[in-house]
């Protein structure tokens, strides 16, 4: 039985009569897919997903109950937002298989990072483009996506991006494309940081002599206390800090050595060095389409 057959009061408003296609069926699409039906803002029968094997295809049928093709362009007509899910490599190639395909109505939604909003309407021939970087944890429901659009897309076509967005976290609209690239090195790269410190605390738990299951069992609650009360409390990090740090304690020593260690520096050089990273992904993504 597929999911969410159930429409939900305010899938019943943005998406009310919405037919959603996903140009790419990966894991992305399938993380938006589960979101959307399994909060039952869309029935399954007004989605469809593309993907070149057969076996994927049935998957997805199998699943939630979907419209599934083998053809991007067969896909891409059939929806009001049309999705693109695809790997950045080949982003250049199915662009040339929708150039000049998509209606005034349609509005292209892409989430593959670097690729810019210029890029995307000269590739696709299309003014209607919604550019948005979501993270890892949409996988899970939990998920931050940035986004923005161009004046072409009208502020109900702006509700369906917002709900589809919605089913995978949280959602910020900006104004501005330059954040879009910036949240790329925050927030789309940013479980990057988080699990490579959680994996260097498990480490150190295991140095002291915790067996690895206890550590990581430790620091996964640890983190995930530590983000609960920080969103509930509505301090500054560094209040929230300093709550936790009495003098010539523990934590006083800990921060020292961190500080020390130039941990401060090395993040915000991680980020920058992130952010010049998607600046040149998308110079060269332009430059692919001329």
Sequence with gaps: MAEGMDLASDGRGALADARLAFVGAGVM?????AGLLARGMISPD???ASHPREDRRQRLVQRFGIISVEGNREAATQGDLVLLTVKPQVLSAVMRQLHGRLEP??????VIAGAGIGTLSRGLGHDAIARVMPNTPAQVGQ?????????????????????VLGALGEELWVEEEKYVDMATALSGTGPTYVFLMMEALIDAGVHMGFPRRIAEQIVLQTVAGSV??????????AELRNMVTSPGGTSAEAIYQMEKGGLRTVLSRAVYAAYQRTVALGRDEGEKVG
């Design 143 to 163: 998920g931050m996506s940035v986004w923005t659009s161009t004046p072409d897309v009208d502020d109900g076509q702006r509700a369906r991006v917002r709900a």
């Design 46 to 48: 007004r989605i469809v």
């Design 29 to 33: 699409a399938e993380s938006m897919i």
């Design 228 to 237: 609960a009360f920080a969103r509930d409390s509505g301090k500054h990090m």
């Design 105 to 110: 109505r349609q509005v292209a939604v892409s």
